[in-house]
């Protein structure tokens, strides 16, 4: 287990180098002589290596020579085409190791990767000196997926789309594999029909570019994309059923072993070795000789090397989802396949793992059922976690289409890639093989379309909370070894079990808290009950949370950004005052005392009264936006919004009413408009000004209070719901309630707190 801990230690001083980019190389440096001074060996060990992890990372390059010419406009890059090209329907990708960048006229020497999107005409091989001439752009990031730390990890810091290649030199020859793995697409595309050549070309050749969007939609929709794909969760599934296949037909474990490696290096080797095949690959491997030395303690150790070993050579592999999938995929199955099998055997009727007895034929059939469901079950209890985070959808019915579909894939790979290999001498004898594979080609693929009809949903894990749950599923793999440091917490535990339960759990509480607290997607807005005064709390789909507002009872305001923020989350996005009136702000400086404001807005109006002083120095350490009509806030989840009124900044004798913010927030096809106290007068300069006033949820100025609302203000509107914020002592001008009586009107003074959901289409009022 020892290899366990150094390989902990050099991941964990990987990830505190990526965490704490600003401590220098020469910082690593000095906690790696410190660790050799430690007089405990085992502290210096660990600590030498956790230093020596944050150097690799450190010293890992995070631009090229190339970069710096992002986003500088048309140029053209020289150099040769490294790997082999992405071909797809409407592009070609093609990576260049670039030499030289000519711009205006001038060629300057560089260095670095190049990704060039080229016309799917574009006649492009390995070796071949190109120029591509086009825009370089920095790689983009989005929500859930940094396209940008994906190339990265390839050594990839610039994109050119739409690039046009031109042939410089091309390569003196092809290699052979290439030659070799094309003419086996040819063979696939020649026996077969779509989509069952498509899944067949992928599956063996790692190539799914030929499979059509709607079927690789269906794949992914019910979480089994790995079929199409040569990945670690591919690649550990399949090697898996080929040793249990070998060991039902009573070939030796060792005899079994060495085929299974024999066959993974040779896939390896055929596909074209990329990176990511190889780490699943070497992660297989040592698979396979773990569970064949028969010492659980080899199977965590075996991880841990391969974990140790590929980062070594490229510490951002702890970042990369292929490799996140693989390593886990494997510890998963290694870890849990056989406590599941014990529970599970017996209700499919199967002797135990250490039973001699030949198995009947009753038994062989039902072990063709229970090892998929074992396998799948297995692997998924750290893949479920992944899938959620890295891809943010999850099917229910992911572990039923694994079930049904896992059993047939040794059979596709067995028998496709028999009849390719035949293909290339006997065509004839080859087609009647792939006629064979149609038949486990066609039932993935249909229980697959089947089931796609089932929706997935959405998910939005924090990597936190994930992390945390991979963690505790490390630790209950580790159990399997009982490495000393187990037995010892085990017993420490037993002397403190009541406190332990307790802490456990206050953490579930505390982890269900987190999880439900996290952002659904939807536009959240509270108009709060303050008691007097305006109040509004707006959460983004994204989770970003804007107060607009806040009446002048601090406890009440707290108390009601304490029900709906996350317990975890003392930020605010921005803070908006709609004038400087201490019945809206005056609850605002305690707010800032216990959350952060990443921006003020206001209309800039000044007040010469004391508790706007103290507004003021609660103010002071946050950057204050003075904005007026025009200015918009807009933020990444599609949220705008807009202020309308005033259209210039009042001075200080101008009516407060008559000058009030008006914001309106869009989203989707849905608008809210926040009036704050606006005066009929401030109504009729909005109206002057040509301001797209309309919305489907409107704040009724001035609280109702009597010729608080202009009737042609709320024609503009045009209002579906109408929110009124009352104290409940000053009872609402009648006039006022009645010209909005025939729409939907929510009151904080009867109702308390009012949310208001939207989904960009359609609104409820909670």
């Not at 249990?244 to 085929?259: D, E, H, K, N, T």
């Not at 401030?682 to 109206?687: E, F, H, M, R, V």
Request: with cysteine; charged share 15%.
């Amino acid at each position: 287990m020892r290899i366990v801990y150094l390989a902990l230690a050099w991941m964990g001083g990987i990830l505190l180098s990526k965490a704490l980019p600003a401590i220098p190389l020469l910082g690593w440096v000095w906690l790696a002589v410190i660790g050799l001074l430690l007089m405990r060996t085992r502290v210096r060990w660990l600590v030498l290596i956790l230093a020596l992890g944050a150097l690799r990372m450190a010293v890992m390059p995070s631009t090229a020579d190339l970069a710096q010419f992002n986003g500088l406009g048309g140029l053209t890059v020289e150099g040769v085409i490294v790997g082999e090209p992405d071909r797809r329907d409407d592009r070609v990708q093609i990576t260049i190791a670039a030499d030289t960048v000519t711009r205006l006229g001038a060629t300057t020497p560089t260095n670095g990767q190049v990704l060039v999107y080229a016309p799917p005409s574009a006649d492009a091989r390995p070796g071949d000196r190109v120029r591509a001439t086009g825009t370089l752009t920095t790689p983009g990031t989005w929500d859930r997926f940094s396209y940008q730390d994906y190339l990265a990890r390839s050594g990839i810091y610039s994109l050119m789309r739409d690039g046009s290649i031109e042939t410089v030199t091309p390569a003196d020859s092809v290699s052979p594999l290439i030659t070799l793995r094309q003419q086996a697409a040819d063979h696939i595309a020649a026996a077969l029909p779509e989509p069952a050549a498509g899944l067949l070309t992928g599956i063996l050749l790692g190539n799914e570019r030929g499979i059509a969007p709607e079927v690789a939609d269906a794949f992914s929709v019910t979480g089994t994309a790995h079929v199409i794909a040569i990945s670690g969760f591919n690649m550990v599934l399949i090697s898996g059923m080929v040793i249990g296949s070998l060991r039902r037909l009573r070939v030796p474990r060792r005899l079994a072993a060495v085929i299974s490696i024999a066959v993974i290096v040779t896939y390896t080797i055929f596909v074209g070795g990329s990176a990511a095949v190889t780490r699943a690959a070497v992660l297989c491997i040592l698979l396979v000789i773990a569970e064949n030395t028969r010492r659980k303690t080899y199977t965590p150790a075996s991880l841990a090397f391969a974990a140790l070993l590929l980062s070594l050579i490229n510490p951002t592999v702890l970042w990369d989802a292929g490799f996140q999938l693989s390593f886990f995929a494997a510890l998963g199955l290694t870890a849990f396949s056989e406590p599941i099998a014990k529970r599970l055997n017996p209700l499919f009727g199967l002797p135990a793992a250490d039973d001699d007895h030949a198995p009947t034929v009753g038994q062989n059939f039902r072990a063709l059922i229970a090892e998929p469901l074992i396998t799948t079950l297995a692997v998924a209890i750290f893949i479920v976690p992944l899938t959620a985070l890295h891809f943010g959808r999850l099917s229910a019915v992911m572990p039923l289409v694994n079930v049904l579909i896992i059993p047939v894939q040794p059979a596709i790979l067995v028998l496709g890639g028999l009849a390719t290999l035949i293909a290339f001498a006997a065509p004839i004898v080859a087609q009647v093989i792939y006629w064979l594979t149609l038949v486990p080609l066609t039932w993935t693929i249909e229980v697959v379309r089947l089931f796609a009809r089932v929706p997935a949903f959405d998910t939005y894990p924090h990597p936190n909370f994930i992390a945390v749950t991979l963690t505790a599923l490390i630790g209950v793999a580790m159990l399997t070894a009982k490495p000393r440091w187990i037995d010892r917490i085990a017993a420490a535990i037993n002397r403190l079990l009541p406190l332990a339960f307790a802490g456990c759990a206050a953490i579930l509480v505390l982890t269900t808290a987190a999880i439900t607290s996290r952002p659904d997607g939807r536009l959240h807005v509270w108009f709060l009950d303050m008691g007097g005064g305006n109040a509004a709390l707006i959460t983004t789909p994204g989770g970003a949370h804007i107060l607009i507002d806040g009446g002048r009872y601090p406890s009440r305001l707290l108390t009601a950004l304490g029900d709906r923020l996350p317990f975890t989350d003392r930020a605010l996005e921005a803070v908006i005052l709609t004038q400087p009136d201490e019945r809206q702000y005056g609850a605002i400086p305690a707010v800032l005392s216990r959350y952060s404001a990443g921006a003020i807005l206001t209309h800039g109006q000044p007040n010469l009264s004391p508790a706007y002083g103290d507004l003021l120095v609660a103010l002071a350490p946050y950057p204050v936006v003075t904005a007026r009509a025009g200015y918009t806030l807009t933020v990444d989840d599609g949220v705008r919004l807009e202020v309308l009124h005033p259209a210039a900044q009042p001075d200080i004798s101008a009516p407060l009413d008559d000058n009030a913010l008006v914001l309106r927030l869009t989203y989707g096809e849905t608008s809210f408009l926040f009036t704050s106290e606006l005066s009929r007068a401030g109504q009729t300069a909005l109206l002057s000004s040509g301001a797209a006033l309309g919305a489907a949820v409107l704040q009724l100025p001035g609280n109702a209070f009597t010729r608080s609302l202009d009737a042609d203000f709320l024609a503009a509107v045009d209002p579906q719901v109408v929110v009124l914020q009352a104290d409940g002592i000053t009872p609402p001008d009648l006039d006022v309630l009645s010209m909005v009586e025939d729409l939907p009107l929510f009151r904080t003074d009867q109702g308390g707190t009012i949310e208001i959901i939207s989904d960009g289409d359609d609104v409820w009022v909670e």
